[in-house]
Structures are given as structure tokens and as C-alpha cells.
């Protein structure tokens, strides 16, 4: 009889206790805030070396080394991470190179959300015919492999950093209108903008005022993800010289160039290979967190 008791009273469920619900609460809160601040504040550090650090850093050019010094070590003097092949200081390259690619990664992803979401808006806040064609002729783009196409986009306009931003944007602008139109279909059926259009309100300020605003933060989730992307077919399209022209750096043409005397100096490879993978985890991290902490709210 004791024993059944002791048993029953172990199965009773623990009294509610306000107080620590609340300190639970508080506690998974700050496990949210450090989990998407942490990746920011990285981004963010990587971000101000990159453009900053050659303003504030004592950095040699990058592209003008001394073949006198080629294939100097990791610790040298005034060279921390060494030199390359030419001579060129690594860390310099490094970080001037993570600057090229970075600009194509943000520029790509901008005029991805703006041209993209503009289309993608428009598609699902006019629907009918209007969303049938839009979604067809983005079809007929998505149904083309991406880095094919980006290669022969690249490969017509010529190496350069411009014609790399334009080669790429080429597939971010249909993945980031199917994402608009989504979410636009979604907002569309709220209330708010079933009541604005009965009081005679325009489609542009519909579009500015009610839809922008409700599907932005998912489009900047998207294009977070998207960073790491980017910056891995730049990398690519570098590394298969149809990218950033060297001697101009990129994470991409560094790899190209390092693999050349891998056996060597594997350093070379290394360093950049670090950078992009880095990179690419921290934007990853940052949009996965972005959108987990969005859906919860």
C-alpha cells in the first residue's frame, strides 16, 4: 500500500510556479538574442575589416609585391601570413579580396530583393493573368541551371566585377520573386489590406504601405541565405577566371592561383578556402536564426 502511494505521489504533476516560468522564459529569450546576435556581430566585424581595415591596417598592395620575397612563410616580417608566388602579401589579398566578394554578394542580393520583390509583388497582389505570365517566364529562367547559366551570362559579358554582379543577379532576381509572391499572397488575404482597398486607397501605396513592410523582414531572412550562395559561385566563377580579372584579388582566384603550387605552399589555398568557408557559415547562421526567430514571434 506504501509503495503504490509513493508511486502515485511520484506521478503528481509539480505545482505551477509563476516565478519560474518567467526565469524560463526570460532564459530562452537570451538563448534567442545570442544566437542571432553572435553571427551578426561576426558579419559585422568581417564586414568592417574588409572595408575598413585597408584604411586602417598597415597593409602592403596587394598587387604590387616583390618577386624578391615570393613564397615567404606564415610570421614572416611585415608579412604575417606570408607571400604568394609573386610576392604579394596574403593578408593584404585576403582582405581585399573577401572585399570583392562581399560587394558582389551585397550587390547581387540588393538588386535581387528590389527588382525580385517588386516582381514578385506585383505578381501576387494582382494574381490572374498578370500572375500566370509573371510566373511562367520564371519558370522558364529557374528551369535552367543556375551556374550554367551564370557561367555563360559571365562568359559573354567578359571578367570583371560589374559583369559578375549582373551574371549573378541573373537567377537571384527569379528565387527571390517566388519568395515575394509567396509571402504577398499570404498578406494579401490580411484585414488591413482588404480595408485599404475598400476605402479607395491606390495600388502603389497598397504595394508601400502594406505589403513592402509585412514581407520584407522574410525577403531579408531569404537574402541572407542567399549571401552564402553569392559568394560560393563567385568564388567559382573567379576560380574559373571568368570572375574577378586578376591581378585584382578575389577569395575565388586566390584558390586558382594558390592550387597551382598546392603541393608546395598549400597555405595558399588554404587561407582563402578558410575565409570563404567561414564566410559562408556566418551568413548561414545568420539567416537561419533570422527567420527561426520571425517565425516564433
Do not use: K
Amino acid at each position: 500500500m506504501a509503495v503504490a502511494e509513493t508511486a502515485h505521489a511520484a506521478r503528481r504533476p509539480a505545482p505551477f510556479d509563476p516565478a519560474a516560468q518567467q526565469r524560463s522564459m526570460r532564459r530562452a529569450a537570451v538563448r534567442r538574442r545570442v544566437v542571432v546576435v553572435l553571427p551578426g556581430a561576426l558579419v559585422a566585424l568581417l564586414l568592417a575589416t574588409c572595408y575598413l581595415g585597408p584604411f586602417v591596417l598597415p597593409l602592403p598592395s596587394p598587387i604590387a609585391g616583390n618577386i624578391l620575397e615570393s613564397g615567404l612563410p606564415p610570421g614572416s616580417p611585415g608579412h604575417p601570413l606570408g607571400t604568394d608566388i609573386n610576392g604579394n602579401d596574403v593578408l593584404s589579398r585576403l582582405i581585399y579580396g573577401g572585399r570583392a566578394s562581399l560587394t558582389v554578394a551585397i550587390s547581387v542580393n540588393v538588386i535581387g530583393l528590389v527588382l525580385g520583390g517588386t516582381i514578385g509583388a506585383i505578381s501576387g497582389f494582382f494574381g490572374s493573368r498578370t500572375d500566370t505570365v509573371i510566373m511562367r517566364i520564371l519558370d522558364v529562367v529557374i528551369a535552367f541551371p543556375s551556374l550554367v547559366l551564370t557561367i555563360a551570362i559571365a562568359q559573354a559579358l567578359g571578367p570583371s566585377l560589374p559583369n559578375t554582379i549582373l551574371a549573378l543577379t541573373a537567377f537571384s532576381i527569379p528565387a527571390v520573386a517566388r519568395v515575394a509572391r509567396s509571402a504577398t499572397l499570404r498578406v494579401v488575404s490580411m484585414p488591413y489590406v482588404q480595408a485599404a482597398e475598400i476605402s479607395g486607397s491606390g495600388t502603389g501605396r497598397i504595394l508601400l504601405r502594406h505589403i513592402a513592410p509585412n514581407i520584407l523582414p522574410q525577403l531579408i531572412s531569404f537574402g541572407m541565405l542567399g549571401m552564402g550562395i553569392v559568394i560560393v559561385t563567385e568564388g567559382a566563377l573567379s576560380f574559373l577566371g571568368m570572375g574577378v580579372p586578376a591581378p585584382a584579388p578575389s577569395w575565388g582566384n586566390m584558390i586558382y592561383d594558390g592550387q597551382q603550387s598546392l603541393s608546395a605552399t598549400p597555405l595558399l589555398v588554404l587561407w582563402p578556402s578558410l575565409a570563404l568557408l567561414v564566410t559562408v557559415l556566418l551568413f548561414n547562421l545568420l539567416g537561419e536564426n533570422a527567420r527561426d526567430e520571425m517565425s516564433s514571434r
